[in-house]
């Protein structure tokens, strides 16, 4: 399978502008107002042409391992997720599965891409595989709002987005600190929205900081929605 390496900046679509140097806000007419864009929270999307198809082998991986992890099967019920998830359960899904090692090898590249693009001084430490998790979600079912504590990079590869699939919603961070704030209007920017729905496909990788909030919303599909996601650490 050829490998197509990650692109030096990610879509302007999903990240905005890349930052760079601190730079002077661009010339406006003299005595005018101006106004900066700071402190960037970066989405970072790609559509993995390259891994379409593996999913057959994904979906059938992640099917098997829902059939075979009885204790998975176990924590999902008692904490009633609606589906599957190996998160409490399963650590080795790539030493397991060859299709799912293949992935993390893609992955891998882009979590690097990614890191550069923040401008990260990584010192002689890396990003690696903290743990990746199989994610089964049943028609009906959602996932509530939580962060990724411990963690640098956060993120999910999308394998079964079945039409009407529920999206990705992400929460401004600073919306606990917005106290006395007016609501946005429904047309005001996209960048100033207080939550932000992104819809995935099959193929489509996300990558964000695991301080970010975020949830899965109710999946309103006929069948399951199969997602595998992952945490990196800095070590």
């Not at 609606?82 to 893609?106: E, F, H, I, M, Q």
């Not at 959602?142 to 990724?148: A, L, T």
């Not at 996300?206 to 800095?234: G, K, Q």
């Amino acid at each position: 399978m050829t490998e197509t390496p990650p692109a030096a900046t990610p879509p302007a679509s999903a990240t905005g502008p890349a930052a760079g140097p601190a730079t002077t806000p661009a010339a406006t007419p003299a005595g005018g107002p101006v106004v900066e864009t700071l402190f960037a929270t970066r989405i970072y999307r790609a559509e993995l042409a390259e891994a379409l198809a593996l999913n057959p082998e994904l979906a059938a991986s992640c099917r098997s391992a829902a059939e075979d992890d009885g204790a998975g099967q176990d924590w999902s019920a008692r904490n009633l997720y609606p589906g599957y998830t190996s998160y409490a359960s399963v650590d080795d899904l790539p030493w397991r599965y060859p299709a799912v090692k293949t992935l993390k090898g893609l992955i891998d590249r882009h979590v690097k891409a990614f890191a550069k693009l923040q401008d990260w001084d990584l010192g002689d430490r890396k990003l690696v595989l903290d743990n990746l998790w199989i994610n089964i979600l049943d028609p009906g079912g959602f996932h509530g709002s939580h962060i990724h504590p411990n963690s640098v990079v956060s993120g999910t590869y999308y394998v079964e987005i079945p039409p009407g699939a529920s999206a990705l919603r992400l929460e401004d961070p600073r919306l606990g600190l917005m106290m006395a704030a007016p609501p946005r209007k429904r047309k005001a920017a996209r960048e100033t929205q207080p939550f932000v729905a992104l819809e995935p496909k099959p193929g489509t990788l996300l990558l964000w900081e695991s301080w970010l909030r975020h949830e899965v919303v109710m999946n309103a599909a006929e069948s399951e929605r199969i997602s595998i996601s992952f945490n990196y650490a800095w070590r």
